[in-house]
């Protein structure tokens, strides 16, 4: 299995443009996550998706977009980049509650908007 | 949504000295989850704990549940350099949020 993964590992953004961050799991999870990581900050949820076809706002959505319309698949999407979403993003995902194994996490995105 | 307070911070120690870092929730926990992240690296999962005063250890890690469920704690008995890291905390329903994190330091 390559657990969790994600595309592109780095990515550079002029204000305004929109870019679509992969995330894709070979576990057959159920449960998956974005969340964002500011530099010396914790996690926050943008969003989360408990099935195929199933998503919910996170904390933090304002400004993307998601959809599951497989169990392997959670892209995030950014419409118009903004300074402020510069970030590290993260993808998850887990099986179910409680997972008991805690979830994966893919290994980030590093995202500059400038 | 419900939060989880993590303290401290920040913690900065020497080598061999031990390590506590703490996560508080005003309302009732069904579960929590411990993750540590090394620096430029993703969470990796260290551990969950369900039940009401739950106690469990990875070798020099001890992981607490409080008895109501409201609190838990992480403990490293004499830290090694390896134990560098963010030490967070996240309590797990349907989402799953997280505590803002302690940042270990250990000085050789």
């Known amino acids: 299995n390559a657990g969790v993964t994600q595309t592109p590992k780095f990515r550079i953004l002029k204000i305004g443009q929109s870019m679509t961050l992969q995330c894709t799991q070979d576990?057959?999870?159920?449960?998956m996550y974005w969340y964002r990581q500011d530099p010396g900050m914790g996690l926050k949820l943008i969003y989360y998706?408990?099935?195929?076809?199933?998503?919910d706002k996170g904390e933090v959505p304002n400004g993307y977009n998601v959809s599951r319309s497989t169990t392997e698949d959670f892209p995030l999407r950014l419409e118009l980049a903004a300074p402020s979403q510069t970030s590290v993003y993260f993808c998850?995902?887990?099986?179910?509650?409680?997972?008991?194994?805690?979830?994966?996490f893919g290994p980030g995105t590093r995202l500059t908007v400038t | 949504g419900q939060q989880v307070m993590q303290i401290p911070q920040y913690q900065h120690v020497q080598e061999g000295e031990d390590f506590t870092t703490y996560c508080n929730s005003s309302?009732?926990?069904?579960?929590i989850q411990w993750y540590k992240q090394r620096p430029g690296g993703h969470p990796v999962f260290l551990i969950q704990?369900?039940?009401?005063?739950e106690v469990k250890k990875q070798k020099r890690l001890t992981f607490q549940f409080g008895e109501a469920k409201k609190n838990s704690s992480l403990h490293i008995t004499a830290t090694q350099t390896t134990d560098v890291g963010t030490y967070f905390c996240?309590?797990?329903?349907?989402?799953?949020?997280f505590g803002a994190g302690t940042r270990l330091t250990v000085k050789p």
């Open positions: 998850a995902s887990s099986y179910g509650r409680p997972a008991g194994a805690g979830e994966g």
């Open positions: 576990m057959n999870h159920n449960y």
């Open positions: 998706s408990v099935g195929a076809g199933i998503t």
């Open positions: 309302t009732t926990l069904s579960n």
């Open positions: 704990l369900v039940k009401s005063g």
């Open positions: 996240a309590r797990v329903n349907n989402d799953m949020r």
